[in-house]
């Protein structure tokens, strides 16, 4: 089974910064991988699909990028409201999730 | 508006079972994956089981096969998952979410606590 590896599993930062999660596969899988960003008490939500490929409404501060084995997902200019846990999945295989990384305001 | 409710949550002993729904609107059901995905408290998100959207493929994450059976009623719009032989490591909340023609999840629903203790 693929197994998805985020890094780090836990980050502070302030409003403004400019922040990178990290995910490695352990097997290739193309570009077959979703980006999620999920609040406490709520369904997670797609922000970035297809390694690169922003979903419809999400504002441009974030990008992903990648492929084959290392992802990475960028928050710039970090909002209030970015705060929260973001989890990457692969859909090349079993849909496995990363641990998930959460984003704390320093 | 494309909307997905899950139901049938509870508090349930160890080797019980329990039926999942999720009732889906604002999009042709009949055309789309489905899958359910679990959190348990304070945990990342798993993966659990899948159904093509003719109902005619199934796919379950190894923790769970032979013990959970995910179907549809694409007459009704309703999605399912039969769980048996539950265990407290089943303790979560249970999303329901949709596929796309990618496969990845475009949409959730708010998911529905299962509890499985003594």
């Known amino acids: 089974d693929i197994q998805m590896t985020q890094s780090p599993s836990s980050l502070s930062a302030s409003v403004g910064d400019r922040v990178t999660i990290t995910c490695r596969a352990s097997q290739y899988i193309g570009t077959w991988l979703t980006w999620y960003q999920q609040k406490p008490g709520k369904a997670p939500e797609a922000l970035v699909y297809?390694?690169?490929t922003l979903q419809n409404g999400v504002p441009s501060r974030f990008s992903g990028s990648g492929s084959g084995t290392y992802f990475t997902l960028t928050i710039s200019d970090l909002q209030p409201h970015d705060f929260a846990t973001y989890y990457c999945?692969?859909?090349?295989?079993?849909?496995?999730f990363g641990q998930g990384t959460k984003l704390e305001i320093k | 508006e494309v909307q997905l409710v899950e139901s049938g949550g509870g508090l349930v002993q160890p080797g019980g079972s329990l039926r999942l729904s999720c009732a889906a609107s604002?999009?042709?059901?009949?055309?789309?994956?489905m899958s359910w995905v679990r959190q348990a408290p304070d945990k990342g998100l798993q993966w659990v089981s899948a159904?093509?959207?003719?109902?005619?493929?199934?796919y379950h994450a190894d923790s769970v096969k032979g013990r959970f059976t995910i179907s549809r009623d694409n007459s009704k719009n309703i999605l399912y998952l039969q769980m048996s032989s539950l265990t407290v490591e089943d303790t979560g909340i249970y999303f329901c979410?949709?596929?796309?023609?990618?496969?990845?999840?475009?949409?959730w629903g708010q998911g529905t606590l299962v509890t499985v203790s003594s």
């Open positions: 297809k390694a690169s």
């Open positions: 604002g999009f042709p059901f009949s055309k789309y994956a």
């Open positions: 979410a949709k596929g796309n023609s990618e496969d990845w999840f475009d949409r």
């Open positions: 999945q692969e859909y090349h295989s079993h849909n496995t």
């Open positions: 159904v093509s959207n003719s109902d005619e493929k199934t």
